[in-house]
C-alpha cells in the first residue's frame, strides 16, 4: 500500500491550454474525491465517485472541468482553456468501503496558469 | 465556499506550550474531522469526532465538540516544532457522499 499518488506534482501552462491530472487511489478503495485548495484557504469540494460512478458535481466544476474513472481505478481531471483563476493545488482523497468517514489524500497537483 | 471558519487564523508559540484551535460551522452534522497540513503537501487525517460525542483524546490531541453551539476545538498539548503546519477543521453532513467541508484552517507556528 503506497497510499493516493498524483501526477503531475507541479503543471505550469499557459492560458487557454488543456491540461489533465491524474490520480490513483489506495488499491480497493471504492470513493475518490477531488477536491481544490486555493492559497490560504481550506480545499473545496469538486466531485466524487464510487467505483466508476460520478455520483456528485459541485457547482465550482463548470463546464470547463470533466472528471472520469473509467474502470473505478485510478481518475483523471481535466481543466479545458484553462484560466488563470484556475491556479490552485488540486487534491485527490480515496476511502475504503469499510471505513467511508476517513479519506486519505494525496500530495496534490499544483497548477499555475500564466 | 466553506462552511466553517476557524480562530484563530494563526498562532505563534513556543515550544512545550498548548496550541488551542476553534472550529465553527453552520448545518447540522454527522461528524466532524481535524486534518492537518505541511506546507505545499496534502491534508493527513488526524482526529474524528461523531455528533454524539462530547470530546475525544489521541495522543497529545484532544478534540471537544458542541454540537448546540455548532463549535469543535483541537488542543496540542506540549507542542514541539515539528507540529509547525495548517489545521483544517472538516464537517461531513448527514448524507451518503460523506465529502468534507472543510474550514479556512489555522496556521501554526511552534517556535523552538
Known amino acids: 500500500d503506497t497510499g493516493v499518488s498524483q501526477n503531475p506534482r507541479h503543471k505550469i501552462t499557459k492560458r487557454g491550454q488543456n491540461v489533465t491530472f491524474r490520480c490513483d487511489p489506495i488499491s480497493e478503495h471504492n470513493r475518490l474525491y477531488w477536491y481544490r485548495q486555493t492559497l490560504g484557504q481550506g480545499p473545496e469540494f469538486l466531485t466524487y465517485f464510487q467505483n466508476e460512478a460520478q455520483l456528485e458535481k459541485s457547482r465550482l466544476l463548470s463546464d470547463r472541468f470533466s472528471a472520469e474513472r473509467p474502470k473505478g481505478s485510478f481518475s483523471t481531471l481535466e481543466i479545458q482553456r484553462t484560466e488563470q483563476g484556475d491556479s490552485a493545488m488540486y487534491l485527490c482523497?480515496?476511502?475504503?468501503?469499510?471505513?467511508?468517514?476517513?479519506?486519505?489524500f494525496g500530495p496534490g497537483t499544483r497548477l499555475l496558469v500564466l | 465556499s466553506q462552511q466553517g471558519e476557524e480562530d484563530p487564523q494563526a498562532l505563534s508559540i513556543q515550544e512545550g506550550e498548548n496550541a488551542t484551535m476553534n472550529c465553527s460551522y453552520k448545518t447540522s452534522i454527522n461528524n466532524l474531522q481535524w486534518y492537518r497540513q505541511n506546507s505545499g503537501r496534502g491534508l493527513v487525517h488526524l482526529i474524528l469526532?461523531?455528533?454524539?460525542?462530547r470530546e475525544k483524546h489521541s495522543g497529545r490531541l484532544r478534540v471537544t465538540l458542541d454540537t448546540s453551539k455548532k463549535s469543535s476545538s483541537l488542543l496540542i498539548t506540549a507542542s514541539r516544532a515539528a507540529d509547525t503546519a495548517s489545521y483544517f477543521c472538516a464537517t461531513v453532513r448527514m448524507d451518503s457522499s460523506y465529502k468534507l467541508i472543510f474550514g479556512s484552517g489555522t496556521r501554526l507556528l511552534v517556535r523552538p
Open positions: 469526532i461523531r455528533s454524539n460525542e
Open positions: 482523497a480515496s476511502s475504503s468501503p469499510g471505513s467511508r468517514e476517513t479519506q486519505y
